[in-house]
């Protein structure tokens, strides 16, 4: 692993994470806009600079899978024509659920950046470690807490305004 990587593993304000994270954070704010889940997520290759950006879509697509990260593991495979992600990036403003881990552990991607950590279904570090389980074929190394005030008010504002919603 690089200097470079290492650098960035290790600091979660570094430059590099916020600027990124805040193109994740961009689309959670079209998700919230849709009335969505309001999680975002890009994918970086190293040569290639941005593959794919998106956000949650269960709603608009109905399809259960349709989180951001399943989104922009199809889309990083298209513009590669390739499964395999290896040396791409995730940036993700929620912490990944089981479904999105195990893709991400398909995909081979070698580094996930995310927000805020999800006490529910965290499947990186909070629940589970699926991206770091020694019994599966690929890990990543993972870093959490990227701008995870911002990332996780979001999530607060968007679920207060469904629940006051829901008492009308």
């Not at 919230?32 to 941005?50: S, T, W």
Request: overall charge negative; proline content about 5%.
């Amino acid at each position: 692993m690089s200097n470079f990587w290492q650098d960035l593993l290790a600091d979660p304000h570094h430059p590099f994470h916020q600027y990124h994270m805040e193109m994740a954070l961009e689309e959670a704010r079209q998700a919230y806009e849709a009335g969505e889940v309001p999680v975002g997520a890009i994918i970086l290759h190293p040569d290639q600079g941005l593959l794919a950006r998106g956000h949650n879509q269960r709603e608009r697509l109905q399809d259960p899978t349709a989180h951001a990260e399943m989104l922009v593991l199809t889309q990083a495979a298209a513009a590669l024509r390739s499964w395999r992600l290896e040396g791409c990036v995730l940036y993700v403003t929620l912490e990944p659920c089981p479904m999105c881990a195990g893709g991400i552990v398909q995909a081979r991607l070698p580094f996930v950046f995310y927000g805020c950590t999800d006490p529910k279904a965290g499947a990186c570090h909070t629940l589970y470690s699926i991206t770091q389980d020694a019994r599966l074929n690929h890990r990543c190394a993972v870093l959490g807490g990227i701008r995870a005030a911002e990332c996780a008010d979001l999530l607060r504002q968007f679920f207060q305004e469904r629940r006051a919603e829901g008492k009308k």
